[in-house]
């Protein structure tokens, strides 16, 4: 015969008076965690009690009910509801709910620490959906918010997950998909795309939200893009443009969906500041674009304006201020203990000053009316303006350099240098003939071209040997001759036949970004204030200048001329080889120098064995299998992030550490020419560096590595 199942009795519910009622000592809850008293006393304010508590009764020395009764689970509520009779919110006698427990078998410890663990928090989702609900019933998000005691931002993270795809959210629930994935997937309201990046990533290893994020963001651009930037996001916006935001995470302003209409805005703004600039400042020419590429002014000369002079008034207020801020500063050496409004004046003089001193140029109006401006982008947002370029058509004419600029370079005693248009040359501004001269007492005759030919000769190889016991004019006579080249448009006005070139570089996209040409023009732009602006007083100038300054305009100039680049379709092996030994020589290198792999200058170019090579050398044949499954795009986007702060370096950057190398090296690229010569190709072969050791011998393979790596 079956056994009867033994039926459960609940304990019952009573109405008993709040004074009655005390809290348990039993109550294992004793640190404050959750929803504060006073929080907790204003929702039973609001909706009453949601829940009984649990209580037993008091009992005296022989085992009878006292008639009150112990609190042992349920004891914040009771804290809350002791807090609204103080306030004299509630009656003392107000009748309680209680669940009252008489049977002794299981402690009051144990029923307090039963109500506390087995309930479970609510899940994300529910909460979500629920605030959606009382969103639709018309309460706003501060007032939900208010309601549940927590943060707006907290209600509108909640109601973002309803941008995501009701797809992922099942997976969610489900715990299929943790909760910062999900959160990652709502910075977009597009549900095909969420599946389709959920779809890939869900066959992958990588499945973080920052992956998540990219996946989601990769045909947008960033808020803090220089484009956007210089639009403005209200602009952008106002002509229906959308910005995708990030509620749970930092953000930086969003991204902007819509990378044509922004383009649109800035070509449109670009064009209107250039007519306004042309309009305002008077140039014969202004160019705009986004950006110009590195060595755009090449072919152009540069003039520079002289910055505004100070009126009487400026220059009293700047003596002033300057001499406060001198008697403030001597104070401020001298005090034991800082001051913060000493500090703060001190900002406010420095300030005041820094306006003074930064005057606009102004530029001579006959050569503001044959030149020209850049306008462009610079890398903050901020319009980059280039002044002051002539275009050689827009040049005046000026006597005495046509012939100059077209002399020939012929060896002493060939074709006559500087010769007229005649066909001779003249000596006080007389013609001078070729023919012999008949010697004639009483007549005085032009001298012959090949008299004036010897004479000058012997002239130029006595002023050589008396310039080479002279060092510290010789560096000038070079000086002057770069200088003239470098900051002038008559290079050829020296007597020294030096040659001086630059390689522009144009070819390479972003270059004129990077910190290296941003100080080289820095600098140039310096100098160029300085010098004077007639060539014909430049050599008093360069006499004048001290010794540390004159090394340091030969240094930028010499600087200009340096080419170290490996061109297939020229052969510059030992050029290649003297730049080795310069790097060397200076401590040069790349690393330190600032350089890093991103997918623009090396990743995203090379081929996905080259990525791999790469991570490999730089962090292990381990690391490899975190990008080896992905595509090349994705995998040099990751390969980008492993590789930071590595210090890793594709061969053609690394420096050798020996004379050695530098013969392999200039070899190599002999090498790697020909066979490019052979085989037609633009593209350097992989066998470049084959030979090649660039120091260290436990990595011999990897910087072996080619010099122009295979292209995509």
Known sequence: MAKAVQKITLNRSEDIPFDKLELSQSNVRNIKAGVSIENLAEDIARRKLLQSLSVRPILDRDGKETGRFDVPAGGRRYRALELLVSQKRMARTEPVPCIVKRDGEISAEDDSLAENVHRADLHPLDQYRAFQTLREQGLGEEEIAARFFVSVATVRQRLRLASVSP???????????????????????????????????????IRDTYYIRRLLTETTIRAGDRRAVYVGIEVYEAVG????????????????????????????????????LKAEEGWKWVEAAFDFPYGHTSGLRRFHGKQRELSEEELARHDALKDEADKLDAEYAKAEVSSEDIEHRLEELGSELDQLNDRPYVFDRQDVARGGAFISLAANGE?????????????????????????????????????????????????????????EDDTLRPLSDRLVLDLTATRTVALRNALASDPVIAFVAVLHAFVLKTFYLYGSDSCLELTLQSAKFSQTQGLGDT??????????????????KNPDNLWGYLVALDEISRQALFAHCASLSVNA???????????????EQIARSIGFDMVEAGWAPTVDNYLGRVTKANILQAVREAKGEQST?????????????????????????????????????????????????????EAGSNDLPASLTEDADLGDPNQAAQQSAGYLDAAE
């Open 565 to 579: 680049v490996i061109e297939p379709w020229n052969k510059r092996t030992r050029a290649i080889a003297h730049a």
């Open 625 to 677: 299998q975190l990008v080896d499954h992905l595509k090349k795009q994705d995998m040099a986007r990751e390969a980008e992030r492993l590789l930071q702060g590595s210090g890793w370096l594709p061969g053609p950057l690394r420096t050798s550490v020996d004379a050695a190398s530098a013969d392999n090296l200039a070899a190599a690229v002999d090498k790697a020419s020909d066979d490019t010569s």
């Open 241 to 276: 443009g959308i910005v995708m935001r990030d509620l749970f995470e930092q953000d930086n302003g969003g991204w902007l969906q819509h990378p044509v209409l922004l383009e649109q805005l800035v070509v449109e703004k670009l064009k209107a500041d250039a007519e306004a």
């Open 167 to 205: 797809r992922l959210l099942d997976l969610y629930a489900g715990d299929e998909m943790k909760l910062e994935q999900i959160m990652a997937f709502s910075i977009t309201n597009d549900h095909v795309r969420q599946e389709q990046v959920w779809d890939t990533i869900s066959r992958q290893h």
């Open 383 to 439: 319009l980059k303006i280039e002044r002051g370029f002539v275009r050689p058509e827009d040049e005046p004419q000026v006597e005495g350099h046509s012939d100059d600029a077209e002399a020939g370079n012929g060896d002493i005693g060939g074709n006559v240098i500087g010769s007229s248009s005649a066909g001779g040359i003249s000596v006080n501004s007389k013609p001078v003939s070729g023919d012999p001269v008949e010697d």
């Open 515 to 532: 910190v290296w040409a941003k100080e080289i023009d820095q600098r140039h732009e310096a100098w160029g204030q300085d010098l004077p």
